[in-house]
């Protein structure tokens, strides 16, 4: 196993970007998969939580101002007057705020402008020390242009390059259902956007909105890692690797691969490691079966790579460990030795044995067994529900530990949602005597607490019985 030590032009670079990052503002990203799903909402609401903990804090710019969600939030903020319909960047440097609201990172600047790109524009500020708060949709990721295009047959002329985005400090994902979407945007959908709100682009478009955002992480994840010397994987995409041989079944695990690959939305990575670069030691029968093997990969759009080393164990763990892969495909034919012999002798063993951290799967050659017969199928399960009775939605918001501002979004949401004409209850609720939380609770209705007394003490729990008598569209559970 290589060290993984960088070199003396790595680690200046490394200090030079972590100088730079200290001089300059923090850059927050909210990311969207179609417009109406709430990032200008949320970008401005994040201005004014920020406001409300004493920093100074601007709009520079902000789409849909008419819009009387963003009026209420607008009129707690100052706002850098408009010059000649764009965004003041002067005005903005000259007043220099802690933090700054910019929305439409993707917009192009007139003739004339000091850049063509806004995102340019928040880079100058940054620059400046200034904090930028930003919004944008998929559909103007430089790397997902094509995909897009593809899916919608229309192409944006607007883009802001990955590495702007990728390197921000924080990457938010602003999401709601597709249902959600299109019931707000029932009655004022434009003609000429139509084509997004159909409900299978609408999930595509999502998906890819969900899988950049996890880009994202793992950005920060392998700089946190390299900034630190940590070897230790902490990956948050599945990165399979199969191995493939002239001896095992290697069309099997390249497909076992592939649908795992595709199941977790992970990278697929196939390789051959052989002693000469010639082929030399194979047959035309093996050096067939090896290359059909590969071709196959390529079919399925893995990353294929062909290791030359004498040593396969050692190649495959250093490869693994380069690109942080998650899972191993390898096979065996050892139909006759025990596991002990087969952790201690063999190619398999020494891989397992090298990759902390990863899992590996060990598939055997197929050996035809007896045929046996099918277990008798079992009773569907008694329905729990009438299939006629009708059924609310579930909204789970989901965080990595506490404090990371999953009570306040679901207040957040039952806001907004009780703004758009629906019946909004909060059913149960802990604040943890945070003061944004709490006042985001502001004019929703809470079903008083059922009081339980247990062993001499009173305890307060969410009343159901209260809650289904009165019988809300939506409740707000804790």
């Known amino acids: 196993m290589g060290e993984n030590r960088p070199n003396p032009e790595e680690l200046l670079r490394r200090v030079q970007e972590q100088e730079r990052k200290a001089r300059s503002g923090r850059l927050k990203v909210f990311l969207g998969y179609v417009s109406s799903v709430g990032k200008s909402w949320r970008m401005l609401d994040e201005g004014r939580r920020r406001r409300m903990r004493g920093q100074d804090v601007v709009v520079g710019w902000v789409q849909g101002k008419k819009d009387p969600h963003l009026e209420e939030v607008l009129a707690q903020l100052e706002v850098i007057p408009e010059k000649e319909g764009e965004m003041d960047l002067d005005a903005i440097l000259k007043r220099h705020p802690q933090v700054v609201v910019v929305d439409e990172l993707a917009h ?9 790109h806004r995102w340019e524009d928040v880079q100058d500020l940054l620059d400046a020390g200034i904090t930028v708060i930003t919004a944008i949709n998929v559909q103007y990721l430089a790397g997902l242009k094509d995909s897009v295009e593809r899916l919608l047959g229309v192409r ?21 259902s ?17 084509h997004v709100f159909v409900s299978n682009k609408l999930q595509q478009l999502r998906e890819m909105a969900l899988l950049y955002t996890a880009d994202a992480i793992e950005h920060h994840v392998e700089d ?13 995409q599945e990165r399979i690797l199969v191995c493939v041989t002239s001896h095992h079944r290697g069309p099997d695990l390249v497909e076992k691969g592939h649908r795992l690959a595709q199941r977790l939305h992970g990278d697929l990575f196939v390789v051959y490691v ?3 670069p010639e082929w030399s030691n194979l047959t035309p029968e093996q050096r067939q079966k090896v290359e059909q093997c590969l071709a196959l990969a390529r079919s399925y759009k893995a990353k294929v790579t062909v290791l030359t080393d004498t040593a396969p164990a050692d190649a495959i763990s250093q490869f693994a460990q380069e690109h942080r892969i998650t899972q191993i495909f390898i096979g065996h034919t050892l139909k006759q030795r025990s596991f002990p012999k087969l952790m201690s002798q063999s190619t398999v063993g020494r891989i397992i044995r090298q990759a902390e951290g990863i899992d590996v799967h060990v598939v055997a050659d197929s050996v035809p067994k007896a045929a046996v017969p099918a277990p008798p199928r079992q009773p569907e399960p008694q329905a729990v529900r009438d299939a006629d009775k009708p059924r609310g939605w579930l909204k789970i918001f989901m965080g990595y530990a506490a404090g990371v501002g999953k009570t306040y979004q679901m207040l957040q949401d039952g806001r907004e949602y009780m703004h758009h004409g629906h019946d909004v209850v909060v059913g149960y609720f802990e604040p943890h005597k945070r003061p944004d939380t709490i006042a985001q609770l502001g004019d929703l209705e809470a079903v008083a607490r059922r009081k339980v007394q247990y062993r001499a003490c009173d305890f307060e729990e969410m009343d159901t019985d209260a809650i289904i008598k009165r019988s809300p569209e939506i409740c707000l559970v804790d």
Not at 108 to 116: D, M, T
């Open 108 to 116: 192009e600047n007139p003739a004339g402008s000091k850049h063509l």
């Open 156 to 176: 944006k002329p607007e883009s802001v390059p990955d590495k702007f985005v990728l390197t921000a400090d924080e990457v938010v994902l602003v999401d709601a």
């Open 178 to 194: 597709p249902e959600a979407i299109r019931q707000r945007m029932e009655g004022t959908m434009p003609t000429a956007n139509v």
């Open 224 to 236: 946190y890692r390299q900034t630190h010397h940590i070897d230790a994987h902490w990956t948050t």
């Open 274 to 276: 052989t002693p000469n």
